[in-house]
């Protein structure tokens, strides 16, 4: 309703603020409602802040962050819950780190009470596309456990980056004299990941029985491009946005394999979304990332035309926001080119600041 009332609906505008201090009121209240119906109520302020936020161009980190502080006291607490709930946590899991991401300093609490708890979510939690037993049979249950697995892997890495990469900014910008002791840092999560990627890669290859029927290959090789996509991800991040000036200290080497990663991205995009294995919000910040690292023209103009394609599927604007930001941002590369300079001077997490929430 506040999506509307922003857009172009304004009689929606006081009702929707009603609902929002009724909101408010009841959590105030909590004494007397019960931790699932306070965790709902939490996450629709959540969700009124950053609507609101990402239409009006304003950065509510503190708040934002005050609700997801919040969701992450009340989300371990032993409460039973159903699909929907357990979908609001993933949900918030997922916007917490976009938002570590994109450099909120304030955020990255709900990630480190999902690292404290093992890396997982509370209990009756179902992991996106789980399988049920009685749907296959035992050899081809394994077999699926085993992709999900390794999505588990690179989900549970891509929310280590995360908080990695706050504490890496934090550091470098208080002090540019720790961009060398950073950088080893980010050089050895880099060479674990590629080990360890890679051999899990192949066990889960070499699990696959060569007489997979045609539905379940289909639904593996869906699942190891979904893994791919988050693996690219992460390390399309860990070359280019660590620290601001990340880009000015790549070898000719590591410049190709940000390419290398970019272009898979967008690559993968279009499938992605046809497939709709991924929710949308999870898709921009890569496809952002991506325009942003390439230096190839026709990349940049591809990924400003994947975030149009899903523009036709947001009912809010942030997609929108978000490609505005990006083509800013190819401005800004260009001036920097023509007055002598370099394209990979612009640091977008900096570029981005009080602009829009990407992604949300």
């Not at 002791?181 to 890669?201: A, C, D, G, P, Y």
């Not at 995009?269 to 690292?293: K, N, P």
């Amino acid at each position: 309703m506040l999506v509307l009332a922003l857009d172009d609906r304004p009689q929606l505008l006081v009702e929707s603020f009603r609902r929002y201090d009724l909101a408010i009121n009841t959590c105030i209240s909590h004494e007397t409602v019960p931790n699932a119906a306070l965790l709902y109520l939490q996450f629709v302020l959540l969700l009124y802040d950053t609507s609101y936020a990402s239409h009006r161009c304003t950065v509510g980190n503190a708040m934002c962050a005050q609700h997801i502080d919040q969701l992450a006291r009340l989300a371990y607490n032993g409460c039973a819950m159903d699909q929907t709930l357990a979908h609001v946590l993933w949900y918030t899991l997922q916007l917490d780190i976009q938002l570590c991401l994109a450099g909120n300093m304030e955020c990255g609490s709900f990630v480190r009470a999902y690292q404290l708890h093992g890396s997982r979510l509370p209990p009756c939690y179902a992991h996106e596309g789980q399988p049920a037993r009685n749907d296959m049979g035992s050899n081809a249950y394994a077999t699926m456990e085993s992709y999900l697995e390794l999505d588990r892997f690179i989900s549970n890495k891509l929310a280590d980056l995360s908080l990695m990469a706050l504490e890496v900014r934090h550091s470098t910008d208080s002090f540019p004299s720790n961009v060398p002791m950073n950088q080893l840092r980010i050089i050895e999560f880099r060479n674990t990941l590629l080990s360890t990627w890679h051999e899990k890669v192949q066990n889960v290859l070499a699990l696959t029985p060569g007489n997979t029927g045609m539905s379940l290959r289909t639904r593996l090789k869906t699942r190891l491009d979904l893994s791919y996509f988050k693996y690219s991800t992460v390390m399309l991040y860990l070359n280019t946005s660590m620290y601001r000036g990340q880009l000015s200290y790549n070898s000719d080497t590591r410049k190709q394999e940000i390419v290398w990663h970019a272009r898979q991205i967008l690559s993968m995009v279009s499938e992605l979304i046809d497939l709709r294995v991924m929710e949308q919000h999870q898709l921009i910040l890569s496809i952002f990332l991506a325009g942003v690292a390439s230096n190839d023209n026709q990349d940049k103009y591809r990924s400003c035309a994947l975030l149009q394609t899903l523009e036709g599927r947001d009912i809010s604007s942030s997609v929108t926001k978000t490609r505005e930001l990006l083509q800013e941002i190819f401005v800004e590369q260009g001036i920097r080119h023509r007055e002598g300079g370099f394209a990979i001077d612009v640091d977008w997490i900096s570029f981005s600041e009080k602009k829009v929430f990407i992604g949300i």
